[in-house]
Protein backbone atom coordinates (compact mmCIF):
# COMPACT_ATOMS: atom_id res chain seq x y z
CA UNK A 1 0.00 0.00 0.00
CA UNK A 2 2.60 2.43 0.95
CA UNK A 3 4.93 1.41 -2.20
CA UNK A 4 2.03 2.22 -4.52
CA UNK A 5 1.43 5.48 -2.73
CA UNK A 6 5.31 6.24 -3.06
CA UNK A 7 4.53 6.03 -6.68
CA UNK A 8 1.57 7.52 -7.56
CA UNK A 9 1.73 11.20 -8.71
CA UNK A 10 -0.92 12.47 -6.74
CA UNK A 11 -3.90 14.07 -8.78
CA UNK A 12 -5.96 16.78 -8.09
CA UNK A 13 -8.81 15.00 -8.19
CA UNK A 14 -6.76 13.04 -5.19
CA UNK A 15 -6.43 16.10 -3.42
CA UNK A 16 -10.12 16.93 -3.45
CA UNK A 17 -10.66 13.00 -2.74
CA UNK A 18 -8.47 13.64 0.71
CA UNK A 19 -10.12 16.62 1.28
CA UNK A 20 -13.37 14.63 2.28
CA UNK A 21 -11.64 12.16 3.91
CA UNK A 22 -10.21 14.72 6.14
CA UNK A 23 -13.36 16.43 7.06
CA UNK A 24 -15.18 13.14 7.84
CA UNK A 25 -11.87 12.23 10.14
CA UNK A 26 -11.95 15.60 11.51
CA UNK A 27 -15.58 15.37 12.33
CA UNK A 28 -14.76 11.78 14.33
CA UNK A 29 -12.64 13.54 16.81
CA UNK A 30 -14.02 13.50 19.60
CA UNK A 31 -15.30 17.23 20.65
CA UNK A 32 -16.26 18.10 24.45
CA UNK A 33 -17.68 20.90 26.33
CA UNK A 34 -15.75 21.85 29.19
CA UNK A 35 -18.43 20.03 31.57
CA UNK A 36 -18.01 17.11 29.61
CA UNK A 37 -14.63 17.41 29.89
CA UNK A 38 -14.14 17.93 33.75
CA UNK A 39 -16.97 14.58 34.43
CA UNK A 40 -14.72 12.59 31.92
CA UNK A 41 -11.51 13.32 33.57
CA UNK A 42 -12.17 14.15 37.21
CA UNK A 43 -7.82 14.49 37.80
CA UNK A 44 -8.48 17.81 35.90
CA UNK A 45 -9.24 19.02 39.18
CA UNK A 46 -6.12 19.02 40.64
CA UNK A 47 -4.10 19.93 37.31
CA UNK A 48 -6.26 23.07 36.43
CA UNK A 49 -5.78 25.04 39.96
CA UNK A 50 -1.77 24.03 38.30
CA UNK A 51 -2.09 25.48 35.32
CA UNK A 52 -3.07 28.79 36.54
CA UNK A 53 -0.89 29.50 39.07
CA UNK A 54 2.17 28.49 36.21
CA UNK A 55 0.59 30.56 33.39
CA UNK A 56 0.48 33.78 35.89
CA UNK A 57 4.08 33.79 37.05
CA UNK A 58 5.03 33.18 33.40
CA UNK A 59 3.04 35.65 31.95
CA UNK A 60 4.25 38.18 35.31
CA UNK A 61 7.80 36.85 34.13
CA UNK A 62 6.91 37.70 30.68
CA UNK A 63 5.25 41.21 31.37
CA UNK A 64 9.00 41.76 33.02
CA UNK A 65 10.84 41.09 30.01
CA UNK A 66 8.33 43.21 27.81
CA UNK A 67 8.92 46.11 30.21
CA UNK A 68 12.76 45.67 30.28
CA UNK A 69 12.43 45.66 26.23
CA UNK A 70 10.21 48.73 25.79
CA UNK A 71 12.79 50.25 27.76
CA UNK A 72 15.95 49.52 25.72
CA UNK A 73 13.62 50.43 22.65
CA UNK A 74 13.20 53.83 23.69
CA UNK A 75 16.64 54.15 24.47
CA UNK A 76 18.23 52.55 20.51
CA UNK A 77 15.49 54.94 19.58
CA UNK A 78 17.20 57.90 20.88
CA UNK A 79 20.39 56.36 19.62
CA UNK A 80 22.17 58.22 16.17
CA UNK A 81 23.96 55.65 14.26
CA UNK A 82 21.54 53.54 11.74
CA UNK A 83 23.70 50.29 11.40
CA UNK A 84 22.76 46.32 10.66
CA UNK A 85 21.92 46.36 14.18
CA UNK A 86 19.75 48.87 14.19
CA UNK A 87 17.61 47.29 11.00
CA UNK A 88 17.72 44.02 12.10
CA UNK A 89 16.31 45.31 15.82
CA UNK A 90 13.52 47.20 14.37
CA UNK A 91 12.61 44.62 11.51
CA UNK A 92 12.53 41.04 13.43
CA UNK A 93 13.18 41.56 17.34
CA UNK A 94 10.53 44.94 17.70
CA UNK A 95 7.59 43.01 16.21
CA UNK A 96 8.61 40.12 18.36
CA UNK A 97 8.38 41.51 21.18
CA UNK A 98 6.95 44.81 20.89
CA UNK A 99 2.81 43.21 20.84
CA UNK A 100 3.98 40.32 23.20
CA UNK A 101 2.49 36.70 21.50
CA UNK A 102 3.39 34.86 24.47
CA UNK A 103 1.22 37.16 26.73
CA UNK A 104 -1.76 36.67 24.03
CA UNK A 105 -1.51 33.24 24.43
CA UNK A 106 -1.24 32.99 27.73
CA UNK A 107 -4.19 35.18 28.29
CA UNK A 108 -6.25 32.55 25.67
CA UNK A 109 -4.90 29.71 28.15
CA UNK A 110 -5.65 31.31 31.24
CA UNK A 111 -9.34 32.33 29.59
CA UNK A 112 -10.40 28.85 29.06
CA UNK A 113 -8.68 27.80 32.56
CA UNK A 114 -10.47 29.98 35.14
CA UNK A 115 -13.69 29.33 32.93
CA UNK A 116 -13.64 25.63 33.55
CA UNK A 117 -12.23 26.61 37.17
CA UNK A 118 -15.65 28.10 37.96
CA UNK A 119 -17.36 25.06 36.32
CA UNK A 120 -15.46 23.36 39.37
CA UNK A 121 -16.56 25.62 41.90
CA UNK A 122 -19.80 25.52 41.34
CA UNK A 123 -20.26 22.38 40.18
CA UNK A 124 -22.66 20.94 43.77
CA UNK A 125 -25.31 23.28 42.17
CA UNK A 126 -24.49 22.92 38.35
CA UNK A 127 -23.15 19.19 37.95
CA UNK A 128 -26.49 17.73 38.22
CA UNK A 129 -28.42 19.21 35.72
CA UNK A 130 -25.26 19.07 33.40
CA UNK A 131 -25.07 15.61 34.14
CA UNK A 132 -28.54 14.89 33.40
CA UNK A 133 -28.73 16.50 30.28
CA UNK A 134 -25.44 14.44 28.72
CA UNK A 135 -27.93 11.23 29.53
CA UNK A 136 -30.67 12.97 28.05
CA UNK A 137 -28.96 13.41 25.00
CA UNK A 138 -27.06 10.09 24.76
CA UNK A 139 -30.98 8.76 25.04
CA UNK A 140 -32.28 10.52 22.59
CA UNK A 141 -29.65 9.97 19.98
CA UNK A 142 -30.63 6.30 20.47
CA UNK A 143 -33.84 6.32 19.44
CA UNK A 144 -34.82 4.40 16.45
CA UNK A 145 -34.66 7.05 13.57
CA UNK A 146 -36.97 4.64 11.45
CA UNK A 147 -39.30 5.30 13.88
CA UNK A 148 -39.07 9.03 14.30
CA UNK A 149 -39.18 9.85 10.80
CA UNK A 150 -41.38 7.58 9.21
CA UNK A 151 -44.54 9.97 9.92
CA UNK A 152 -42.67 12.44 8.13
CA UNK A 153 -41.63 10.41 5.02
CA UNK A 154 -43.52 9.61 1.74
CA UNK A 155 -42.68 7.39 -1.18
CA UNK A 156 -40.76 5.29 1.14
CA UNK A 157 -38.23 2.25 -0.39
CA UNK A 158 -36.03 0.16 1.44
CA UNK A 159 -32.93 -1.53 0.04
CA UNK A 160 -31.04 -3.54 2.56
CA UNK A 161 -29.70 -1.06 5.21
CA UNK A 162 -31.27 1.86 3.61
CA UNK A 163 -34.10 3.60 3.08
CA UNK A 164 -35.02 6.09 0.60
CA UNK A 165 -38.05 8.34 0.21
CA UNK A 166 -38.82 12.27 -0.55
CA UNK A 167 -36.98 14.39 1.29
CA UNK A 168 -39.22 16.14 4.14
CA UNK A 169 -36.72 19.38 3.58
CA UNK A 170 -37.25 20.14 -0.07
CA UNK A 171 -39.62 19.82 -2.59
CA UNK A 172 -38.42 16.68 -5.36
CA UNK A 173 -40.00 14.39 -7.23
CA UNK A 174 -37.60 11.54 -7.07
CA UNK A 175 -36.46 10.43 -3.56
CA UNK A 176 -32.94 11.57 -2.59
CA UNK A 177 -33.48 11.20 1.33
CA UNK A 178 -31.41 8.12 2.58
CA UNK A 179 -31.72 7.09 6.05
CA UNK A 180 -28.59 4.60 7.49
CA UNK A 181 -30.26 2.48 9.39
CA UNK A 182 -27.28 0.84 10.86
CA UNK A 183 -25.56 4.46 11.83
CA UNK A 184 -28.93 5.85 12.71
CA UNK A 185 -28.25 8.91 10.46
CA UNK A 186 -29.57 10.28 6.90
CA UNK A 187 -28.11 12.17 4.33
CA UNK A 188 -30.46 13.72 1.34
CA UNK A 189 -28.48 13.82 -1.81
CA UNK A 190 -30.74 16.52 -2.95
CA UNK A 191 -30.26 19.34 -0.47
CA UNK A 192 -27.12 17.62 1.29
CA UNK A 193 -29.22 17.91 4.88
CA UNK A 194 -27.52 15.36 6.97
CA UNK A 195 -27.14 14.49 10.88
CA UNK A 196 -28.99 12.10 13.20
CA UNK A 197 -31.72 11.76 14.96
CA UNK A 198 -31.38 14.93 16.83
CA UNK A 199 -30.80 17.37 13.90
CA UNK A 200 -33.96 15.86 12.05
CA UNK A 201 -35.92 16.52 14.98
CA UNK A 202 -34.90 20.11 15.03
CA UNK A 203 -35.43 20.24 11.68
CA UNK A 204 -38.58 19.48 10.73
CA UNK A 205 -39.87 20.44 13.82
CA UNK A 206 -38.01 23.94 14.07
CA UNK A 207 -36.84 23.14 17.51
CA UNK A 208 -34.17 24.12 19.65
CA UNK A 209 -31.18 21.60 20.09
CA UNK A 210 -32.32 21.58 24.09
CA UNK A 211 -36.04 20.94 23.34
CA UNK A 212 -35.53 18.67 20.60
CA UNK A 213 -33.81 16.38 23.17
CA UNK A 214 -36.20 16.90 25.12
CA UNK A 215 -38.79 15.70 23.38
CA UNK A 216 -37.02 12.57 22.21
CA UNK A 217 -35.69 11.47 25.54
CA UNK A 218 -38.68 12.44 27.71
ZN1 LIG B 1 -33.48 17.26 0.95
Not at 5 to 27: I, M, Q, R
Not at 80 to 96: G, H, M, T, V
Request: net charge neutral.
Amino acid sequence: MSKYLNNVPFSEEFYEYAKGLEKEWSKSLPKYTDEELLLIFPEAREIIPQKITEYREERKECIENIKEFREKVSAIASEEKKDEFFEWFWRYLYPKYFYAPQVVKLDKHLFRLKRQQRIISGENKKNSYVTDFITLKERAKQQSFVDIALPYLEKIRRTGSRITALCPFHEEKTPSFTIYIDKNTFHCFGCQANGDVITFKMKVENLTFVDAVKELAL
